[in-house]
């Protein structure tokens, strides 16, 4: 997880909070976090790193859409980070 840029973290964690999203729903989502337009050229391309890292599984709906899942790899890697995370963060919440 460290060799995420912070883009592709909250992307990892979008994706973990939603049932097989597909991509517009990935771009909406990080658009009302980030308060900005996502371009297709940014989101894309981030979502293939992911998948190419092992973190994301990619698979098809249909034709023209695919929908994105979160591998075992991937949740153990939120887990982790998260544990980081409290670790430092823990005592000012």
Known sequence: MYDLTGFQRDLLYVTAGLDEPHGLALKEELENYYEKEIHHGRLYPNLDTLVDKGLLEKAQADRRTNVYSVTR?????????????????????
């Open 73 to 93: 790899r991937g949740t153990r890697e939120i887990e982790a980070r998260r544990d980081w995370e409290d670790q430092y963060v823990s005592d000012i919440l």
